[in-house]
């Protein structure tokens, strides 16, 4: 049987024309959270709040505060969701180091968690936030007493939902301190409109400016996984124009799309704007797709255990991923020139 070992990444280039074209075989992608996939490191810049319109109460200094747990363990997390023109959610993540990670989410709703592990493990930093600035907001949310009072009061039709969350080391309680769009929370809790103000002023300015390097699908549903026992197209990524040039494809090469593509991905994959494809050079899964920059898109190598099956023996997989299965995702520049 072959071992499921490690896949192969093969990023696709920008001048990919009118439908299929190969690429390259890039580095193999981890199997956990403490490595990142292919890439590449870039310059982290620290931010922090210029002029905050909330002061350290009393003469508390950052040296007479808690410390902020020196782990990797997310801390807060900042979410958005709009339904008025199309699913559109953005994600930002921010671990108790200070670490940043920020992607726009094509993840089905409810799946947080899910992306958050993928995009740890595939992924670097975008930024990284002031140690100082850090230390006074966790303090400030370590003072919101549990089951404090809130309110959510009407703001605006169509502005979707923001919120920013804060995560209990101890408990794992998830805590919203902020919360705009549509309705905005208030409270007359003293403790969580200060962590709230904080939240906000440190938060806003970094999603805004670390937003668009990463696009994210984690959702296992959104991909198909599909035996192939040839060796021709091992290492290869196409992209395919439509459904027609991919069906046609797959005949030829012997590849069995009609069981393991059900009617619901056979229509995302004929009114996307093109299928991406990939053979690996193992028959492990793969259960996300990571685009970067607008410019790369790469399978990643699913965290969860895959259920066996023994079309899989003695073969490797062939991954089948609809683009634009989300309103906004789309790869028209891929076409270009």
């Not at 962590?195 to 440190?202: E, M």
């Amino acid at each position: 049987m072959m071992k499921r070992n490690k896949m192969t990444v093969a990023f696709l280039a920008v001048s990919v024309l009118l439908g299929t074209a190969a690429c390259s075989e890039g580095d193999a992608v981890p199997t956990n959270g403490n490595e990142a996939s292919g890439v590449e490191s870039t310059a982290i810049e620290t931010y922090g709040i210029e002029t905050s319109s909330v002061e350290t109460s009393g003469s508390e200094s950052v040296e007479d505060m808690i410390p902020v747990p020196s782990t990797d363990e997310l801390l807060f997390m900042c979410t958005y969701y709009n339904w008025a023109e199309g699913y559109q959610s953005e994600l930002l993540f921010i671990t108790c180091r200070g670490d940043v990670y920020s992607f726009e989410n094509k993840s089905d709703s409810g799946c947080e968690m899910t992306a958050w592990n993928y995009i740890k493990a595939y992924t670097e930093p975008v930024a990284h936030i002031d140690p100082d600035e850090m230390t006074e907001l966790y303090n400030a949310c370590l003072k919101i007493k549990p089951g404090v009072k809130t309110s959510e009061e009407f703001f605006a039709f169509d502005a979707g939902e923001r919120k920013i969350i804060y995560i209990d080391q101890e408990t794992s309680e998830q805590t919203v301190i902020c919360l705009w769009g549509t309705s905005i929370m208030t409270t007359d809790d003293a403790a969580l409109q200060k962590a709230g103000d904080l939240a906000s002023d440190l938060i806003n300015p970094l999603r805004l400016e670390t937003r668009g390097r990463y696009i994210l699908d984690a959702s296992p549903d959104h991909i198909v996984n599909i035996p192939y026992g040839g060796s021709e197209l091992i290492g290869k990524q196409l992209v395919f124009e439509n459904y027609q040039q991919f069906k046609s494809f797959c005949q030829d090469n012997g590849i069995d799309t009609g069981t393991y593509i059900d009617e619901e991905m056979k229509n995302s994959l004929k009114y996307s704007r093109g299928i991406l494809f990939e053979v690996f050079d193992t028959n492990a899964r793969a259960g996300g797709v990571l685009n970067e920059n607008e410019k790369t898109l790469a399978f990643l190598q699913s965290l969860d255990e895959f259920e066996y099956d023994p079309a899989f023996d003695g073969k490797v997989t062939a991954a089948v991923y609809p683009l634009a299965v989300n309103t906004s995702w789309t790869i028209e520049s891929y076409y270009e020139g």
